[in-house]
């Protein structure tokens, strides 16, 4: 399984910004998917997960209502929706795929993407 992440940039405090995690390989459509981040000099941290099929989903308390998490199985691809952006969202962003079809935790991630910058400027 590969996982390419993409869509992170530089943006304004306040804007929005959508990431993807292209996934290939088999039965990814029965895989929960997770994004999470990792700010400079920080523990890598849970943002979001969606279950195999989308009908479940889970957010970090402290993100909740900025964030939407999504997924295309058609597409292999997961979203990550960001909006009302701060500069403290600033990180790394990585996706990660665990290999059953509801979210455990970080430490049931098998695989994990190469991470997309995002930085806020206020």
């Known amino acids: 399984v590969q996982l390419q992440a993409s869509g992170g940039g530089l943006v304004q405090a306040g804007d929005s910004l959508r990431l993807s995690c292209a996934a290939s390989?088999?039965?990814?459509?029965?895989?929960?998917m997770a994004w999470f981040r990792q700010a400079p000099g920080q523990e890598r941290e849970f943002v979001a997960a969606v279950s195999y099929n989308g009908g479940m989903t889970w957010y970090a308390d402290s993100l909740k209502g900025r964030i939407t998490i999504s997924r295309d199985n058609a597409k292999n691809t997961v979203f990550l929706h960001m909006n009302s952006l701060k500069p403290e969202d600033s990180a790394v962003y990585y996706c990660?795929?665990?290999?059953?079809?509801?979210?455990?935790?970080?430490?049931?991630?098998?695989?994990w993407g190469q991470g997309t910058l995002v930085t806020v400027s206020s």
């Open positions: 390989g088999r039965f990814l459509s029965t895989y929960a």
């Open positions: 990660g795929a665990q290999r059953s079809t509801y979210y455990s935790g970080s430490w049931a991630i098998a695989y």
